[in-house]
């Protein structure tokens, strides 16, 4: 991976010069400023180890006996949220790479309405709880019905299902989380329009991805992101955004592209992989 990054960053930097984005590469800020964060997470994932076998026969007797695609993931999160035992640790858990990022202070998230679509095993929610945020301006959405009782437990609201049946008020965000999911997420362009809808004017939409994505599922005309390169499923996120804010009525930027890794627990075991954010703000 550090191989391939070296070779995308010319690239990527002059992509975004030329569509007059931001750039910013986190991977040397993540290993200074979250090294006790990460080495904290590696010891933990080491001794989980022995519950591999376990959650890996549960996830084997799905395969098996689902056929649909987004019925087998639902149930594969629900194994791994309800045993504890997924976990993630990213760039926007560490302070100053978050501020990074999103370009909003840690100290001004008490302010706002917080959306959280992916929510997943919630550390994020963590972080933003113990950054100050009031458990009620935070909502959280996962297809999981375990990942929203574990964030039902941390006395945060939540909704099991997708951004698009949570029939939620326009404008209604002031910060938009899409939480690294969009590989399998069967109408990603229903998504994104749902993201622009309910982020407020001046508010900002973050989204964390694998790019290119590897889509789990048979793509569709819902299917922006094609898998194929970096700048090419960026390209087509961006231009997907622009174009559901114009028949919303609004306009959106993409003022940021961020580029690392992330760490993820899971019934594959402890693995690093890829995590670009894309940073869309909300034009008043």
Known sequence: MKFLLNFLHPILKLYA????IDYYDFEHDFKKSGHVLIDKFIQK?????????????????IDSSEINFETKQRKVYDLEYGEFHYEFLNALLVDDIFESI???????????????????????????TNAGCPHSSIFCIDTSSASI???????????AGTLSEANIKDNSFDLTFLSYFIEYDVAQSDTFLNAVNVTRPGGKIILEAFLPAHIKFTTNEKTVSRGL???????????NF?????????RCTLEKISIGYRWVYSHYGLCKLPSVFLTFTMIR
């Open 149 to 159: 009782e574990r964030i039902n437990g941390m006395r945060i609201r939540g909704y």
């Open 17 to 20: 010069w030329k569509n007059n």
């Open 229 to 239: 390169f970096l700048i090419d499923d960026i390209d087509k996120i961006k231009k």
């Open 242 to 250: 622009f174009m559901h804010a114009n028949k919303l009525n609004k």
């Open 45 to 61: 994932a080491q001794g989980k180890d022995k519950l591999l076998p376990l959650i890996r026969e549960g996830i084997l007797k």
């Open 102 to 128: 999103a370009g909003i202070l840690k100290g001004q998230l008490h302010s706002l309405l917080i959306l959280d679509v992916g929510a997943g095993s919630g550390e994020l929610e963590g972080f933003l």
